[in-house]
């Protein structure tokens, strides 16, 4: 059975810097892209980013890019969410989502992480 | 970027009833690749449906998705009380990823 732990997040200051991570179980982890998809507060659902199963392909939506990094450790099963510059409208529940399929990388979403709340606020 | 338009923004039918929920892309998604999941509060969203009609692992035959384009539905049978929750669409294969906005779905 797959298991997606999160940890990280919490209340940070507008500018500052926050580190979620996802450990994973019961899969072959680096046969499968993993992601980031966050919520709002009310609001639909959100892609973050994704990062391929080597590790060396990444994808960011717009909104993050150039302040977010999405990393993995193959050899812990860590996914990571580096998050800098942080805006009020950063703020949301971030999941981690493991990719449905072993071939390809922007996937759709078979299995979740319990969420991480990120608030954003001075 | 592909948007996806979900319609309505509620539903409000009662048990037993059939729903019928619809996910407009703004552009052809290619190869069928959308799906639909499920959330119910404060719970994480719950594939339903992959590859624009084929149900996800252990999702009950009430659910079923089609289309193909630009125009995709879910429908659900016939509605039992759990299946009171909001509804997404996601469109794959390229990035970036997009969700729909949600349809709610709620007992009347």
């Known amino acids: 059975e797959v298991h997606l732990v999160q940890s990280g997040g919490g209340l940070v200051q507008p500018g500052g810097s926050l580190r979620l991570s996802c450990a994973a179980s019961?899969?072959?982890?680096?046969?499968?892209?993993l992601n980031w998809v966050r919520q709002a507060p009310g609001e639909g659902l959100e892609w973050v980013a994704t990062?391929?199963?080597?590790?060396?392909?990444?994808y960011y939506a717009d909104s993050v890019k150039g302040r977010f990094t999405i990393s993995r450790d193959n050899s812990n099963h860590t996914l990571h969410l580096q998050m800098n510059s942080l805006r009020a409208e950063d703020t949301a529940l971030y999941y981690c989502?493991?990719?449905?399929?072993?071939?390809?990388?922007?996937?759709?979403?078979?299995?979740w992480g319990q969420g991480t709340p990120v608030t954003v606020s001075s | 970027e592909i948007v996806l338009t979900q319609s309505p923004g509620t539903l409000s039918l009662s048990p037993g009833e059939r729903a019928t929920l619809s996910c407009r892309a703004s552009?052809?998604?290619?190869?069928?690749?959308l799906a639909w999941y499920q959330q119910k509060p404060g719970q994480t969203p719950r594939l339903l449906v992959y590859?624009?009609?084929r149900r996800a692992a252990g999702i009950p035959d009430r659910f079923s998705g089609s289309g193909s384009g630009t125009d995709f539905t879910l429908t659900i049978s016939r509605l039992e009380p759990e299946d009171f929750a909001v509804y997404y669409c996601?469109?794959?294969?390229?990035?970036?990823?997009?969700f729909g906005g949600g349809i709610k779905v709620e007992s009347k």
């Open positions: 989502a493991k990719a449905a399929a072993w071939f390809g990388e922007l996937l759709w979403f078979d299995s």
């Open positions: 019961g899969f072959t982890f680096n046969n499968y892209a």
């Open positions: 990062i391929n199963g080597g590790g060396f392909g990444t």
């Open positions: 552009q052809s998604v290619s190869g069928g690749y």
């Open positions: 590859g624009a009609s």
């Open positions: 996601q469109v794959y294969g390229s990035s970036p990823l997009t």
